[in-house]
């Protein structure tokens, strides 16, 4: 690819008309953003959350699948969705709903591998959750929560990669040709990249904080004046997904990992062999949550 090909000033005006015009972004089912607001609320029960995912037959069946699958090895079987909500919990259904939700909307024409996408999201959020729970004796975090900003951490390559399509197919090839990380050529060829384009999907979707944190600083967690820890295990998280083989194509280069990202989480070089062995035995659940996604 010639360095004439690498600025793509219409491509560039693209994003700026979306920038300046969210409302041409997709918006998250009303059915969703009431339910994040009742898992978020202190007074919200069981019946509650279940009362407006029975409101959709395809949640409805995502969710029972999901409670008795293999990947939460719920020992009963669940038939019905407030035994689910109950046993799962509220943020292990706000994991479900928003995963699915956006597994929907942004179905059709992508740049990208839409199975990879996925699987790289889905090993993050599954890494994510292990080392949460390696860290429970130092840190209470909700691994839950760690899944769900594991699966959501890369929408905004959704928006380039089905809202400019042929644009984003041109910035992979930049970084295949140069072997460069995606955000790298991202920003070169663009002028804005996905943890930026995220931030502008979080803000219209309103969703919680430590969510949109994560998307906006997975790369750069030291700039996380927020939920701090968070953001690092979702940056460690993600370079480990590409570490197992988890890649949007063959070969694709990763970032390089924050230097200070282990130090600020107190994960030895011991701490870090348990959780990618852990890891590495846990690949094969995700394929049971991935067809339960789609």
Known sequence: MSEQNVNMPEARERIAKIVEDTDSLPSLP???????????????????????????????TKMIRLANSAFYGIPRSISSVTSAVVVLGFNTIRSLVLSASVAKIFEGKHSLDMDRFWKHSVVTAMASKIIVRHLMSVRMMDPESAFCAGVLHDIGKLIFSQYMADDYATVCDYAKEHKVPLIEAENKCLGFNHAEMGKILADRWSLPLDLEYTIVHHHGPENADKVSHL???????????????????????????????????????????????????SLDKSQEFLAILK
Request: hydrophobic share 45%; with cysteine.
């Open 231 to 281: 953001a690092n295990i979702i940056h460690l998280a993600d370079i480990i997904s590409h570490d197992v083989g988890c890649n949007l194509w063959d070969d694709e280069v990763r970032v390089q990992e924050s230097a200070q990202c282990r130090a600020e989480l107190k994960i030895g070089d011991a701490d870090f062999e348990k959780i990618m062995s852990n890891i590495e035995n």
């Open 30 to 60: 009303t059915i969703v953003m009431k339910l994040i607001d009742v898992v978020n609320s202190a007074e919200s029960s069981a019946e509650d959350a279940a009362e407006l995912i029975e409101k959709d037959p395809a949640l409805t």
